[in-house]
Each structure stands twice: as C-alpha cells, then as structure tokens.
C-alpha cells in the first residue's frame, strides 16, 4: 500500500499545469493593443477615484467577523477529531465538549447583545 | 422517530468499520494503483470536470431561459449545446490586459489560486465501488485518506486567497469592496457548513469519503440528519457567491465584484472556478447526505444489489449531482439577492446557533444510546423540553430597545444638512428635510418672462404659417 497522498500531489500537479498553462496561452495567442483608458481602474467611464496607499480603511465590522471566525473555526476543528472518535470517547469525551461547546456559546451570546452582528 | 432511523443505520457502521490496515478508516482499496492510475485518474477528473462546467452553463442559461419563457441558447450546435464552448474559445482568444494600479504579480496569481483550489476536491470524491479496467481493480476515484473531507474544506478554504487577492491586486474601487464583502460572507457560511457535517461525522465515525458512502448502505443520512442537510444546502450556497447570496458580484452595485479588471484566460478561471465549485459542493452534498454512489431505494433492492456494483453507481452519482446543480439554478431564477446585512445576521444570527443546536442534539441522542442504559423514548422526551424551554426563555428576554443616546445622534438638526457634503450629491437621512433647491428660485424668477417669451414665439409662428 502506497502512501494515499501521493494521488494529491499528482491531482495539484495535473491542475496547476492547467492553471499555468491556460493563462500563458491567453497571452501568447491574445492580441496587444496599447489603449490608455483600458489600463486605467473600471470606475463606470468616470475618471477613476485615486487609491488610497495601502488599500485604505474599511469598517471595523469586518475585523470583528474575521475574529469572530478564528474563534469558531478552531471551535470547529476541535469538533471533528471528537465527532470521528465518538465512540471510543464515550461519556468524558461527551460531557467535556458539550462543557467546551458552552464555553463558546457564552461569548457567542455576549457579542450577539453587544450588537456585534448588527449591520447597518 | 429519528432514534428508530439511527439505530436501522447501526449494522452498516460496523460493517464498514473493518477497514485495510494500511491505510486505516478508509474502505476503498488502493493496493493496485500505480503512478500510470494516478495520472490517468486526474487527466480523467480534470476533462470531466470540464465537460460537466461547460454542460452546466449551458444548462443554467438554458433552465433560467425556460423559467422566464425565453428559448435560451439555440444557435451554436444542437439545442445551443456548443454555445459555452465558443465562449472559452472567445475568452482565449482576447487581450490579457493588466491595469496601471494593479499589483502584478498577485493580479496574476490570484486566478489562477481560484481554479488551482477548484480542482483538487475530486480527488478524494469517490465515483463509485471498484471495477476492472484493463487487469487492474480500482475504485473510481484517485485517492482517499482517512482526513477526506478536512481536506475538501481546506482546499475550499484556500480558494477564498484567489478572491481576496484578486479584488485586491487590482488596485480599483468595485473590486476591493467586493473581494472584502466576499471574505466576509465566505467566512460566515464556511462555519455554519463545517458544523453541519458534524453530525456526520458522528454517526458514520469517519471523515473518509469512501467510508461515509459505505455507512449509507441502509440509510441515507439526509433522513435522520435533514436539519443539518438544509444548513448544509443554504451554506454551500452562500459558499459559492451564487444566488440570492451573490453580493460579492452584484451587478447592480460593484459591477462584476472581485473580477472587474480581469481579462481574458484570467476571468475565464474565475468563471471556471465558480462553475467547478459548484459542482464540488453537489458532489460533496450527494456524496456525504444523498448516499454517494448508492442506488436510490427501490433500484436498490432489484437483482441483490445489482445496480450498487461495476459501472452503474457512476450514472446514480451523476444524477444526484446534477440533481443539486438543478436546484443551484432553480433557486437563481426563483430567489431575490438578499440585503448585505440581511445575509449577514441570517448566517450568524440563524445558520450557526441552529447547527450548534443541531450538533448538540445528535451529540447527547447518540451519547444516550451509546453510553447509558436510559430508554431513548424519556431521552427525546426530554430533550424536546430542553428545546422548547430554550425557546420559550429566548422570547421572555426583552429586545435591547435602542439607546436614546443613539436615535439622537443621528438625527442631525435640519438646517445643518448639506446636500452637497465633499463634493458628491447625498441624500437626506430620515428626518432631515432636503434644502430648497437654489435652482427653484431662479426657474420661478425666469418663469414669467421665459412664458411671455414662448407666447411671442408662437405668435410669430403663428403669424408665419
């Protein structure tokens, strides 16, 4: 039996040569024609608004949703090992999770009353 | 009545339990690949994941079409068949343009991450048991690892990179909002489907691919676990961006989103990507919910399982895919795009606490029947009082009423509005009384004169003809 993640790394072979490959034929066989106003940003044919340096600013709602996120993900990745196992686990394994599960949920519903998933 | 479902399921857990020593918690037996299967498995995955995209955009344009009584695509080739393959050779045959502002490197990159990512899914999607071609027997599918469908998620995940940079690297305005807006929805509904698996997880006590198909002999998982196969199915809509959750791309508000700028091969990858994705998380649904490769019931049973082994699981694999990419385009041309905040609050407000609730459930039924000696009945009983207490406790908690700090401040006095606020015409918020128009004055002063004007003029016209 052969390690079973090879076939991966053939199938990540296969699709990064179709990746490659497609965007280097789309530039050897696609037609150059120099155009100012093509190479400036799509802004609905007004002159495009300058960009702040750095990508600029942007709400804070979206740093709370992505630390929001860690905080579940890992919730999650914690979960699958537990769920596979679940019966070898049995009862500790249970009652710890569910005591984990809890754990979560407090802040879950701290930040829920906060408004912390209120968008406006 | 689920307890009833879930014990039925229980012979085929421990029968697919035994598994080869090998490679451990994983049924399908590899020992006869080579290095020559591997590549002609992925070639073979690649173009039918091709033929499948290029077929399924035909399809969506053609159902939309009948939806709202229009005949579709119907010049190129039979019924419009070759309408998607002229598209692809018209994408490749166009300028690859880079914008001014654009980052290059990463512009470049990020499509390619897109379909890169799309690709790799299949590889642990199994097709069907194990045939003979040519001497060797191998299933049809590439590979298998007892971590499978962690690894459909992560390469899911990685995916996003292709958005976000892209959106980024392009260095314009409709782009950047869209690849943020996309993150964040990604992000929500990425959580809300990995906790629905989690009851699958549970009851079929592996994450290999092959061996959730084999735990489904009996008993399909959508019946005792349908709360979490619905989560599933609304995430994996919004995992895609497609409708009614496909702000990132709005056309009516950020243009095309993250893919604005892109030209040519590259937005054909996005495209592509997007298609392919949709096809993975059908393939995934039928394979971890809708049984696989198995035979529906009554097909089942004919002949002792005739239709569960050589080449027939591949038409029944086919078939529920292409049943949920169905449902993809039936939900398109049914649905109404949501709000951006109503999408947000629906999968952190709604998705997440219901699979929380759900995995809860599944975890304290099955911990019961497993682990103690109380009957199931009183288990159930007794959890649908927990629920309804829950529910009852979350309608007593009064509403937090709005601070009247808050309603003030955003009342601005009416005086102090400015139509005109940084150069760009705004629009009053509720309760601030648009300015009279200094225009009005000057229309109403030249009014008289401007009739007196037009009477004379016709006089004149008059007096002409």
Same mark, same amino acid.
């Given at each position: 039996m052969t390690n079973p993640y090879v076939p991966i790394l053939v199938m990540m072979g296969v699709a990064g040569v179709m990746a490659l490959g497609g965007v280097a034929a789309s530039a050897i066989i696609g037609p150059k024609r120099y155009n100012r106003a093509k190479l400036e940003a799509y802004e609905c044919g007004i002159q495009p608004t300058p960009h702040a340096v750095g990508g600029g600013r942007f709400p804070i709602k979206y740093y709370l949703v992505a630390m929001t996120f860690i905080i579940f993900d890992i919730e999650v990745v914690f979960l699958y090992p537990w769920a596979v196992n679940f019966t070898e686990l049995a009862m500790f394994g249970l009652v710890a999770m569910m005591g984990f599960l809890f754990l979560i949920t407090v802040p879950f519903v701290y930040e829920w009353r906060r408004g912390g998933f209120e968008w406006e | 009545m689920i307890a009833a479902m879930v014990s039925s399921a229980v012979p085929g857990v421990v029968s697919a339990s035994v598994a080869g020593a090998a490679n451990p918690? #994983?049924?399908? %037996? @590899?020992?006869? %690949?080579n290095g020559w299967v591997w590549l002609i498995k992925a070639v073979v995955i690649l173009v039918f994941l091709l033929l499948t995209v290029l077929m399924a955009i035909w399809f969506e344009r053609k159902v939309v079409a009948r939806m709202q009584m229009r005949p579709g695509p119907?010049?190129?080739g039979p019924f419009g068949l070759l309408q998607s393959l002229a598209d692809a050779m018209k994408l490749l045959l166009k300028e690859d343009i880079t914008v001014k502002a654009a980052d290059k490197f990463l512009y470049m990159l990020a499509p390619m991450i897109s379909v890169f990512c799309a690709l790799?899914?299949?590889? #642990?999607? /199994? $097709?069907?048991p194990s045939v003979s071609i040519f001497g060797i027997v191998t299933p049809l599918q590439l590979t298998d690892v007892p971590v499978a469908v962690l690894y459909i998620l992560a390469t899911a995940s990685v995916g996003v990179y292709g958005i976000v940079l892209g959106g980024w690297s392009s260095g314009s305005t409709y782009p950047l909002l869209g690849a943020v807006r996309s993150t964040a929805q990604v992000i929500s509904y990425e959580l809300a489907m990995g906790l629905s698996l989690v009851s699958v997880f549970i009851l *079929?006590?592996?994450?290999?691919t092959s061996q959730i198909v084999a735990t489904?002999?009996? !008993?399909?998982w959508f019946l005792p676990l349908f709360p979490a196969f619905i989560i599933y199915v609304i995430s994996m809509i919004g995992e895609t961006n497609?409708? /009614? $959750?496909d702000l990132p791309e709005a056309e009516g508000e !950020?243009?095309?989103? @993250?893919? +604005?700028e892109y030209s040519s091969m590259k937005f054909a990858w996005f495209f592509l990507a997007e298609y392919i994705n949709m096809v993975n998380v059908s393939a995934v649904v039928t394979t971890l919910? @809708? &049984?696989?490769w198995r035979a529906p019931w009554p097909i089942s049973a004919i002949n002792d399982g005739m239709?569960? +082994? &050589?080449?027939w699981p591949v038409l029944w694999f086919l078939a529920k895919m292409w049943l949920f990419l169905f449902l993809f385009v039936w939900v398109r041309g049914t649905l109404l795009r949501l709000r951006y905040d109503q999408f947000m609050s629906f999968g952190w407000k709604v998705l997440i606490p219901a699979s929380l609730g759900w995995v809860v459930c599944v975890a304290v039924v099955q911990g019961v029947r497993q682990?103690?000696?109380?009957d199931l009945r009183t288990v159930l009983i007794a959890l649908a009082v927990a629920v309804l207490v829950v529910v009852g406790i979350s309608f007593l908690v009064p509403e937090r009423k709005p601070e009247p700090g808050a309603a003030g401040k955003k *009342?601005? =006095?009416? &005086?102090?509005? %400015? =139509?005109?606020?940084?150069g760009y015409p705004v629009p009053p918020m509720p309760g601030q009384q648009l300015p009279p128009s200094p225009r009005r004055a000057r229309v109403a002063a030249a009014a008289p004169a401007g009739a007196a004007r037009q009477v004379t003029d016709s006089q004149t016209e008059v007096e002409r003809g």
């Open positions: - | 918690g #994983v049924t399908a %037996d @590899f020992s006869q %690949d119907n010049v190129h790799l899914t299949f590889a #642990v999607i /199994p $097709f069907g *079929a006590g592996s994450m290999s489904q002999q009996q !008993l399909w497609r409708l /009614p $959750f !950020l243009v095309s989103g @993250f893919m +604005t919910f @809708f &049984g696989g239709f569960n +082994t &050589g080449w682990f103690t000696e109380v *009342a601005i =006095p009416p &005086g102090e509005f %400015d =139509p005109f606020a940084g």
